[in-house]
């Protein structure tokens, strides 16, 4: 399967655990995007990354959340002491280059988060 | 900041014939792109067709097709020919040209096809 890969596809945390999400992008992609999606609510943009680099981390929540993307590995979007606030999709998306005029993201299956 | 708008949070249509799923959009930029994504209950998010602004003629992509009215900031998408596998939602999203690469999505619309 060629596509974007989120791993797991349901989580489940108690409230104070932490949280981590995976995501392999496709083949030949180097830019990354992570979206949260409430329930009825459409995705909104929480982060862009390449490579070993944060570019656009303005839709994160100022505290518990991080993101990362290695130089080798999945890009990890990291919430430590999750709220069940946080219970939501998390959907990754990846591109063949950022900054360059239309290029499509393309999505992952996303990960359901459950917090009791 | 843009911002897009889905008004209709739910619409039905007879399996064979035609809808049309509104979005409107708001920003001060006079180049952009313009997307509907389709989530069926697997919660998948699956491109159906973009459009850029800068282009005039409408995006078509077999059944689906869009009505771009760049002066209104609306781009509607045609589903005609609607098949039972087309029921999922619908969410218009507008990603900026340059800049920012993050996509702003409206909040979707439920697509119910009838047999």
């Known amino acids: 399967n060629a596509g974007v890969m989120q791993n797991p596809r349901h989580l489940v945390r108690r409230r104070g655990q932490e949280a981590r999400l995976r995501c392999s992008p496709m083949?030949?992609?180097?830019?990354v995007y992570w979206y949260r999606q409430l329930p009825e609510e459409g995705l909104k943009f929480m982060v862009y990354?390449?490579?070993?680099?944060?570019?656009?981390e303005s839709g994160m929540p100022k505290e518990r959340f991080s993101a990362e993307f290695p130089k080798e590995g999945p890009s990890i979007l990291r919430i430590q002491q999750v709220v069940r606030g946080d219970s939501a999709a998390y959907f990754c998306?990846?591109?063949?280059?950022?900054?360059?005029?239309?290029?499509?993201?393309?999505f992952g299956d996303g990960t359901r988060l459950s917090i009791l | 900041a843009q911002t897009v708008t889905q008004s209709q949070p739910e619409m039905s249509v007879q399996e064979a014939e035609t809808v049309t799923l509104s979005c409107t959009y708001d920003?001060?930029?006079?180049?952009?792109?313009l997307f509907w994504y389709k989530q069926p209950p697997s919660r998948q998010m699956i491109l159906v067709i973009r459009?850029?602004?800068?282009?005039?003629q409408n995006a078509t992509e077999n059944r689906f097709s869009v009505n771009f009215q760049k002066a209104a900031k609306s781009f509607s998408l045609k589903i005609s020919d609607s098949q039972l596998g087309d029921a999922a939602m619908y969410f218009c999203?507008?990603?900026?040209?340059?800049?920012?690469?993050?996509?702003?999505f409206g909040k979707g619309m439920k697509l119910t096809v009838n047999p």
């Open positions: 998306a990846s591109s063949k280059q950022g900054g360059i005029d239309n290029q499509p993201q393309h």
């Open positions: 083949k030949g992609h180097s830019h």
């Open positions: 990354l390449q490579k070993e680099n944060i570019i656009d």
């Open positions: 920003t001060s930029e006079s180049d952009y792109y």
């Open positions: 459009q850029e602004a800068y282009k005039q």
């Open positions: 999203a507008y990603k900026t040209q340059g800049g920012s690469e993050k996509l702003v």
